[in-house]
């Protein structure tokens, strides 16, 4: 006998169902309360750094600032495969870290997923040859589904004191730091919390005197955590709220004081970088943000994100001076002081004015953009995701487009900055058959 079944019934089912759906994604989304950590607690007091005897020209992610800009340089403005290229090197794995510039090295973090391999290497700086190769985890990568399509399980860049190098990754639902000597050898790794990865991991450590700072904000319980640079000690650590977001910290003297800031859970937030200690927070920008703040004098520049769109400025007190509907949701933006320089994902330059925020300029390049900006030479360098490489004039006045520069296939990561070169990770050929390269770039060669 045929079975009528009623709409009614229908309804109910699916409703049923979908409540499984949601219950179960809720059951995936485990809470992970934040342990806080105090300087009292830890013991572990802040110690003035002596200047290292390393050169250490581009020691972590934005630079030596932290913020993009290399004034003193005065990198090529135009390359190809046939010129002004010193050397190329073949990169294992793949990843989103940028270079960085330890005296005769450049390092940078990858992960052979097919391996389930993350690790630092090393290349000497001058041919471009590899020093050496330090497996940091091997196994309990991420699945799949909790990193990003375009994400990679080494996106953060690492970062250097000229004496040791440290790097954070996402391995067992957690984040693990660790600590490598200058021939990679492995000095402490310390896990800092656990993870909840909505689309993979992304923050760089920052260097604070003796302290290492990680940000890990996530929808199980986000978190700043400060470590010590020698012992990899705990010295502080601090809630952040629930929200999945990307930016890496940076740290700036504004307002007469040192401030620790970030984006990110729908806020701007000032912390004290030495005991971890909120300064301020201002409701703006974005719940799920990516780029790093930058700061002019006393003033804070902030854009992103998902899925609201802002780009604004703020006062050393965390007042909002202006604010812009413009985002830029992967890439930084930068300043040379006066202009506020950025390019939107989907391949949108911009000019803000530093003052009161409005456009002085705006110019489609096309394509689309994730690596962040730099400064040099009076210039903005910037390559977009299908092997353009863009430099164009660091002024207000109007766009001026310097030079476009093809090599590869894609640029994912940002560059490093010396005295007269670059250097960039880019991705050569498509789908399976892509490879990535460390390029420097040299004038005359």
């Not at 196994?139 to 399980?153: D, I, L, Q, W």
């Not at 700072?213 to 319980?221: L, S, V």
């Amino acid at each position: 006998m045929k079975r009528s079944i009623s709409r009614q019934s229908i309804h109910l089912s699916w409703t049923f169902g979908l409540a499984v759906v949601f219950l179960g994604f809720s059951a995936c989304r485990k809470s992970t309360p934040v342990e806080e950590v105090s300087i009292s607690d830890s013991g572990v007091a802040l110690q003035i750094r002596e200047t290292p005897a390393v050169d250490l020209p581009w020691p972590q992610w934005r630079g030596p600032t932290m913020d993009g800009r290399a004034d003193d340089a005065a990198p090529p403005t135009t390359w190809d495969e046939s010129t002004n290229i010193a050397w190329q090197a073949n990169v294992p794995g793949r990843g989103h870290s940028s270079p960085i510039v330890i005296g005769d090295q450049v390092v940078l973090g990858t992960a052979d997923d097919a391996k389930q391999q993350q690790m630092l290497v090393s290349f000497d700086l001058e041919t471009g040859e590899e020093k050496w190769r330090r497996v940091i985890h091997e196994g309990n990568f991420p699945s799949a589904r909790e990193v990003h399509n375009k994400a990679t399980n080494a996106n953060g860049t690492p970062a250097s004191d000229g004496e040791l190098i440290v790097t954070a990754f996402l391995n067992q639902e957690r984040i693990f730091v660790t600590a490598v000597d200058l021939n990679g050898e492995v000095v402490w790794q310390t896990d800092v919390g656990a993870f909840g990865s909505k689309f993979g991991y992304a923050p760089s450590p920052v260097l604070y005197q003796s302290f290492v700072i990680i940000a890990a904000d996530n929808f199980g319980g986000g978190y700043l955590v400060a470590l010590d640079l020698e012992s990899g000690e705990i010295a502080w650590r601090r809630s952040r709220g629930d929200a999945s977001s990307y930016s890496s910290p940076m740290i700036a003297n504004v307002g007469g004081m040192d401030q620790l800031l970030i984006t990110g859970g729908d806020r701007v937030a000032s912390y004290d970088p030495a005991t971890g200690e909120p300064r301020w927070e201002t409701p703006g920008i974005a719940e799920a943000t990516c780029g790093t703040i930058v700061t002019a004098g006393d003033r804070i520049f902030a854009s992103g994100g998902y899925p609201d769109k802002q780009t604004a400025c703020f006062s050393a007190e965390g007042e909002e001076i202006w604010s812009d509907r413009t985002a830029l949701y992967e890439p930084s933006v930068v300043t040379n002081g006066t202009s506020l320089f950025g390019v939107t994902d989907n391949g949108v330059a911009m000019c803000w004015s530093n003052d009161d925020g409005s456009v002085q300029w705006k110019e489609r390049l096309g394509g689309n953009f994730s690596g962040s900006p730099v400064l040099a030479g009076g210039n903005v360098y910037v390559s977009d995701l299908s092997g353009n490489h863009y430099v164009f004039a660091a002024t207000g006045d109007d766009y001026q487009l310097i030079s476009k520069n093809r090599l590869g296939s894609d640029c994912y990561a940002s560059p490093a900055v010396l005295a007269d070169s670059l250097l960039l990770r880019i991705g050569f050929g498509e789908g399976g058959s892509r490879k990535e390269r460390l390029v420097k770039i040299t004038e005359g060669l």
